[in-house]
């Protein structure tokens, strides 16, 4: 028998993963299969309450009125039953799965593969409800992840959990259960997609998110009007391009810039960004400068500015009416101190200028200058007088040229302080980036295409690359990302993309930034990325289902 002991010593290697529920808690076991048995390492189960003693080379584990004694080679129960015999690995005691059995009255052993799960009371299945992408299943008691498992095919998802109480649970009506020997499978139509699944475990809900593979081709609904397809179209006598479009229904969703997290002059992937806002779809939006990351033209959001305007090129904008806007306006911003009204050259801006303005979501220290007058704005009233190095939360700095110091002399806490938009056009801004070039209007090519394709160096509008674009169709909304520098497609240049969408039917339509900078996140998946891409940007536009609009910027 010892040598049978030495062998099992040779071979047997410590298992994580395991777990003992006890008392609503999980605690992580370790565990050995060796030899067709499982062994449990008896220092882990104190938890449970179980006493574990060593005396003179002997080893007592207690539990209420039971013991295991063990010695050498041998396991006995209440000192009369003999039953398999231990393991010894570096020096720790793992008693056989049989032995705990006899020993922990009250409790339930299960084994999964090489794993263990020992409980005092198995959780109950409540609910499960499918989402537009993914499911929410609810439940008492606890869950470790070695109790779920997920099996995917074409069109469909199945979730198992086991062990837990075999019992129906309440579910919707495009959800199949199943009752498993020791639990519950819950079978999902996911459409017309091979899917990706990722799940988390909270405090008494599993939620399950459903993502599209890297490779997808078809079509998807995302949410309550909102559509997603990828597919590939041919144009100029036979050319290809993958294209992603992202059809939305304005009166369904909140469209809005959305601001990398650590502020302008960082960047942050597309896809992080959406699921950090609790979004469900987006794209990137300004050009920006690749050295300072700043991003370059007019960003608004919720009405208010966080960049000023480059030089009138096209703005995609959400009005207060939730009207789409996409064309050329000009917007300057301008500042009300008391009443005397000052024209903002720069918000949130590395550059220079009479009269700037900063807000929290400036990274940098806000440049201090001898020729300036500082002062800070919280709720439209000057909260401190004189420089602060950073933006807080809601308020922002402004810095003021001292020319205008006769304005500003009786200046003092408390005074009103208005930022304002001031379109040269009747138009009522909510939300907007600048971008570009615009490429039609009213279904048409515009007439000074040429002088369009001029305003923008670098080759951008003549060169075969990725492109970003927005566009209006049948009252819906359209983003579309032109995929490039793959096997399929080099891109399209300024023209394709006008005969393009003209030739869709496509009403009004421009671009925003593109080249590796084009990309679209829709349900947790990343589209257009290219080779050198890495997808991070300063400025995203977000989109998030109506009712889930609770979010920051």
Not at 224 to 245: C, L
Not at 471 to 476: E, I, R, W
Request: aromatic share 12%.
């Amino acid at each position: 028998m010892k040598q049978i002991i030495l062998v099992l010593l040779i071979f047997a290697s410590v298992v994580f993963g395991s777990y003992l529920i006890s008392g609503g808690k999980a605690f992580p076991l370790r565990t050995v299969f060796s030899e067709g048995i499982y062994y449990v390492c008896a220092e882990d189960l104190a938890p449970a309450g179980v006493g574990y003693i060593h005396s003179n080379g002997y080893h007592y584990i207690v539990y209420d009125n039971h013991v295991l004694f063990i010695k050498e080679h041998e396991t006995i129960f209440d000192f009369v039953e003999k039953l398999s015999p231990p393991l010894f690995v570096d020096g720790l005691l793992f008693v056989p799965i049989d032995a705990l059995k006899k020993v922990m009255e009250g409790y339930q052993m299960y084994t999964k593969g090489e794993k263990v799960l020992i409980y005092d009371s198995l959780p109950i299945v409540l609910s499960a409800a499918k989402e537009k992408n993914g499911v929410t299943i609810t439940y008492t008691g606890t869950i470790v992840p070695d109790m779920v498992s997920v099996e995917k095919s074409m069109g469909r998802v199945r979730i198992n959990l086991s062990p837990v109480v075999v019992s129906l649970p309440n579910v919707s009506e495009d959800i199949k259960v199943e009752l498993e020997k020791n639990g519950l499978s819950f079978i999902v139509d996911v459409g017309n997609f091979y899917p990706d699944v990722e799940y988390s475990i909270g405090d008494g809900k599993l939620l399950f998110r459903f993502l599209l593979v890297e490779g997808f081709f078809g079509r998807l609904e995302v949410a309550d009007g909102v559509v997603f397809e990828r597919k590939i179209e041919e144009f100029d006598e036979g050319e290809k391009t993958v294209v992603n479009y992202l059809i939305m229904d304005p009166e369904k969703v909140t469209i809005k810039p959305v601001v990398s997290e650590n502020g302008f002059g960082t960047i942050e992937r597309l896809d992080e960004m959406v699921k950090r806002v609790g979004g469900i779809a987006g794209i990137n939006g300004n050009y920006f400068d690749p050295v300072t990351k700043f991003p370059i033209g007019l960003v608004v959001i919720d009405g208010k500015p966080y960049s000023a305007m480059f030089s009138g090129r096209p703005v995609f904008a959400i009005t207060e009416d939730n009207e789409v806007f996409i064309g050329r306006v000009i917007v300057d911003v301008t500042l009300m101190v008391k009443d005397v009204l000052f024209l903002v050259k720069g918000i949130n801006t590395l550059g220079e200028g009479e009269v700037l303005v900063y807000t929290k979501e400036f990274s940098k220290e806000i440049p201090k200058k001898d020729d300036k007058i500082y002062f800070v704005v919280k709720d439209s009233k000057v909260s401190q007088i004189g420089y602060k190095s950073h933006a807080e939360d809601s308020e922002y700095v402004v810095s003021i040229s001292k020319k205008y110091e006769e304005y500003l002399s009786d200046l003092k806490e408390g005074d009103e302080v208005y930022i304002s938009l001031q379109p040269n056009i009747p138009l009522r801004i909510k939300q907007a980036v600048e971008g570009g070039p615009l490429l039609i209007q009213n279904g048409a090519p515009i007439p000074d295409a040429w002088e369009e394709k001029a305003r923008y160096g670098g080759g951008i509008a003549y060169a075969k690359a990725p492109r970003t674009v927005i566009a209006t169709k049948d009252g819906k909304l359209w983003f579309l990302v032109f995929e490039g520098y793959n096997h399929i497609t080099r891109g399209l240049t300024y023209d394709e993309l006008v005969d393009f969408l003209v030739s869709r039917g496509f009403e009004d339509a421009m671009c925003v930034d593109g080249g590796s900078s084009s990309v679209m996140a829709v349900a947790g998946s990343l589209f257009g990325r290219t080779e050198n891409s890495t997808a991070a940007i300063p400025v995203g536009i977000v989109v998030w289902e109506k009712k889930k609009t609770e979010v920051g910027k």
